[in-house]
């Protein structure tokens, strides 16, 4: 199976400081859903990871959250595409959960539940967090220079982010990277 996982905020809608609440606030970063629905389109399966702690700070219920979600997914719908699966830590930071990131545990629930391999999974978000996350579970790490990963534009990573981690301007040219890279493998499997 072949399998990614997003972050949400900054990643694929636009990032707010004071969080997004509603349905009204959720707005797709450009080229974000066309590049989930050539995903798609290509065979992979699209889960996200994301941290809401907006629940757990009291400023959206969870009925807020499935409108936010379901907006997404129409909109998804209309170029195409889908996600597959929204895996979301509700809590705040001081509740020390083992599922708000950086912590790995919505990856691995994530692994359980599709039955897959993590070191096989490539995932992407904006932020140190996501990357940190993904990397403790055994993904494969890319950063998105969007939403807070802008800061990283221009400069070396800082050493906090895991070795190996890729940088892409953006959801789509993450995107562009795992389809290319994809197609080289399957040549190099035809040329043996």
């Given at each position: 199976m072949k399998l990614v996982i997003l972050d949400r905020n900054g990643s694929i809608n636009l990032h707010r400081d004071d969080f997004v609440k509603t349905d009204a606030e959720w707005t797709a970063?450009?080229?974000?859903?066309?590049?989930?629905?050539?995903?798609?389109?290509?065979?992979?399966?699209?889960?996200?990871?994301?941290?809401?702690?907006?629940?757990?700070?009291?400023?959206?219920?969870?009925?807020s959250l499935n409108a936010m979600h379901a907006k997404m997914h129409k909109m998804l719908a209309a170029v195409g595409g889908r996600v597959d699966a929204i895996f979301y830590c509700p809590h705040s930071p001081d509740e020390d959960c083992e599922c708000r990131k950086p912590k790995p545990g919505l990856f691995h629930q994530i692994g359980e539940r599709y039955g897959v391999d993590l070191t096989?999974?490539?995932?992407?978000?904006?932020?140190?967090?996501?990357?940190?996350?993904?990397?403790?579970?055994?993904?494969?790490?890319?950063?998105?220079?969007?939403?807070?990963?802008?800061?990283?534009?221009?400069?070396?990573?800082?050493?906090?982010?895991?070795?190996?981690?890729?940088?892409?301007?953006?959801?789509?040219?993450?995107?562009?990277?795992?389809?290319?890279?994809?197609?080289?493998?399957?040549?190099?499997?035809v040329a043996i």
């Amino acid at each position: 199976m072949k399998l990614v996982i997003l972050d949400r905020n900054g990643s694929i809608n636009l990032h707010r400081d004071d969080f997004v609440k509603t349905d009204a606030e959720w707005t797709a970063l450009p080229r974000s859903l066309e590049a989930i629905a050539r995903l798609n389109h290509e065979g992979w399966h699209v889960v996200i990871a994301s941290n809401q702690s907006g629940l757990g700070r009291g400023l959206f219920d969870v009925a807020s959250l499935n409108a936010m979600h379901a907006k997404m997914h129409k909109m998804l719908a209309a170029v195409g595409g889908r996600v597959d699966a929204i895996f979301y830590c509700p809590h705040s930071p001081d509740e020390d959960c083992e599922c708000r990131k950086p912590k790995p545990g919505l990856f691995h629930q994530i692994g359980e539940r599709y039955g897959v391999d993590l070191t096989q999974v490539p995932t992407a978000g904006d932020s140190l967090r996501d990357v940190q996350a993904g990397a403790a579970a055994g993904c494969e790490p890319h950063l998105l220079l969007t939403g807070m990963g802008a800061a990283c534009r221009g400069a070396p990573l800082p050493p906090d982010y895991p070795p190996g981690t890729r940088v892409h301007e953006d959801l789509a040219a993450f995107v562009d990277f795992l389809i290319e890279r994809e197609k080289a493998q399957a040549a190099l499997q035809v040329a043996i």
